[in-house]
C-alpha cells in the first residue's frame, strides 16, 4: 500500500514536468517549424546590426564633440596664447582641405565634360589659379605647388626622433617661410603681403629704366615720344590715364618690347615684378611671364563678363594684389576704382599685345594714390 501510493507520487510529480502545457507545446511547434522551414523571424523589438553600428557612432562623435569643448576651454582659460595659434592652425586645417575638395570637384567637372580652363567662370578659374600646382593644364601656375615645398621641408627635417620640437621652434620664429597662408594669422597675413609687395616695388624703378633704353629703338617717332612722355610722368609721380598706356599697344606687340626680344635683365626685373624667381635661364623666364600674363588675361575676362560689382571687398583686394596693386592698406571703392581700370586694358589688348599687359603691372600700379613711398 505504501509502495502504490509512493509510485503514484513519483507518477503524479513526473506528469506534472512531462505533460506539455499550452504555452509550451506552442514554443515546440515554432521550434519545429523553424527546423523544418528556416530560422524564425527576428522579433521587431530587436535592432538591426546597422542601428547598432548607428547608435555606436553617434555616442563616440557625441562623446568626442564634448571631451573637444572641454579641452578648448581648458587652453582658452589656462593657455590663451597658446590656443590663439592652436585655433588657427585647426582653421588653416579646414580650410586647406575645403580647398582641395573644391578643387578636385572643379577639375571633375572639367574632365566630364571636356572644359578648357579659360571656359570655366572666374571664381573657379581663380580658385584653380590658388590652389592648383601644374597638372594636366600647364598655364595654371598655382600657390599649391610653393604651400607642398613647404610642407615636404617640414616633413622631411621631422623625420629624425624628436626633431618635430625643433619644427614647431622653426615655425614659430619663422612663419613666412615655412608656414603656408591658411596658418597665417590676420595681422601676419597683412604684414606678409606688404613684405612681398616692397620685392616686387625695388623692381619699378629698373623696369622703368629699361623701357628709356629701348626709346631709340623704336622706329615710329609718335610712339617715341608717347613712351618717353609715359616714362616721364611715372617718374614724377603722376598715374597714367588709360589711352596714355593704350596708345602704346603697337610698341608692345614686336621689337624692341615684345616678350621674345626683351633683354635677359629686364626678364629678371619683369620676374620680380610678378614675385618669381629671376635666377633662371632667360628662355625659362620667359615661358613662365608668357604663360602667367596669359592666365591673368584670361581671368580679366571672365571678371569682365561677371562684374566688378559681384565681387566680395575679399576678392577685389586679392584681384588687385595678383595685378600688382598693394590693396592692403587701400579702400576698396578705390580697389574697384583701379581694378576697373585695368580691366579696361586687359580687355582691349590681343595676344600678341600682352606684354603692355605685363608691364601694365608697373606702369598702372606705381603712383596710384601715392603708393609710390
Known amino acids: 500500500m505504501a509502495l502504490s501510493r509512493v509510485c503514484w507520487a513519483r507518477s503524479a510529480v513526473w506528469g506534472s514536468v512531462v505533460t506539455p502545457g499550452h504555452f509550451f507545446t506552442r514554443r515546440l511547434q515554432l521550434g519545429r517549424s523553424g527546423l523544418a522551414w528556416g530560422a524564425p523571424r527576428s522579433s521587431k523589438l530587436h535592432l538591426s546590426p546597422k542601428a547598432d553600428v548607428k547608435n555606436l557612432m553617434s ?39 575645403a580647398d582641395a575638395k573644391k578643387a578636385r570637384r572643379i577639375k571633375t567637372n572639367m574632365w566630364k565634360h571636356n572644359i578648357k ?31 607642398v ?18 619644427v614647431f621652434l622653426l615655425m614659430y620664429l619663422f ?11 590676420p595681422k601676419q597675413q597683412t604684414d606678409f603681403l606688404d613684405i612681398y609687395h616692397a620685392f616686387r616695388k625695388q623692381s619699378h624703378p629698373e623696369i622703368i629704366s629699361y623701357l628709356e633704353k629701348v626709346i631709340p629703338l623704336i622706329s615710329e617717332a609718335g610712339l617715341r615720344w608717347h613712351l618717353t612722355d609715359l616714362c ?28 621674345n626680344q626683351l633683354q635677359a635683365l629686364h626678364v629678371k626685373a619683369l620676374s620680380r615684378a610678378m614675385l618669381l624667381t629671376s635666377y633662371l635661364p632667360p628662355p625659362l623666364l620667359r615661358h613662365r611671364l608668357k604663360t602667367r600674363t596669359t592666365v591673368i588675361h584670361q581671368l580679366d575676362k571672365a571678371l569682365a ?13 586679392s584681384a588687385c594684389y595678383l595685378r600688382g596693386l598693394n590693396s592692403t592698406h587701400i579702400g576698396e571703392d578705390r580697389c574697384r576704382t583701379w581694378l576697373g581700370e585695368w580691366l579696361q586694358i586687359s580687355c582691349s589688348l590681343k595676344e600678341t599685345e600682352l606684354s603692355l599687359l605685363l608691364h601694365n603691372v608697373v606702369l598702372l600700379s606705381t603712383n596710384y594714390l601715392g603708393t609710390r613711398r
Open 175 to 185: 612663419p613666412r617661410q615655412l608656414l603656408i597662408r591658411h596658418f597665417w594669422t
Open 117 to 147: 580652363f579659360h571656359q570655366l567662370p572666374y571664381r573657379e578659374m581663380e580658385h584653380l589659379r590658388q590652389v592648383w600646382a601644374r597638372g594636366r593644364y600647364p598655364e595654371v601656375h598655382g600657390e599649391f605647388r610653393q604651400d
Open 59 to 97: 555616442y563616440v562623435v557625441t562623446k568626442t564633440k564634448a571631451i573637444n569643448g572641454k579641452y578648448h576651454r581648458f587652453l582658452g582659460r589656462h593657455f590663451p596664447r597658446f590656443y590663439v595659434l592652436y585655433t588657427i592652425f585647426i582653421k588653416g586645417l579646414q580650410m586647406l582641405w
Open 232 to 259: 616721364t610722368k611715372i617718374q614724377r609721380g603722376t598715374h597714367p590715364a588709360i589711352h596714355d598706356i593704350l596708345a602704346l599697344r603697337e610698341c608692345f606687340s614686336n621689337h624692341p618690347l615684345g616678350v
Open 305 to 317: 563678363k561677371l562684374g566688378i560689382g559681384q565681387l566680395t571687398a575679399q576678392e577685389v583686394k
Open 149 to 166: 615645398t613647404k610642407c615636404l621641408f617640414l616633413g622631411i627635417i621631422s623625420i629624425p626622433p624628436f626633431a618635430n620640437y625643433l
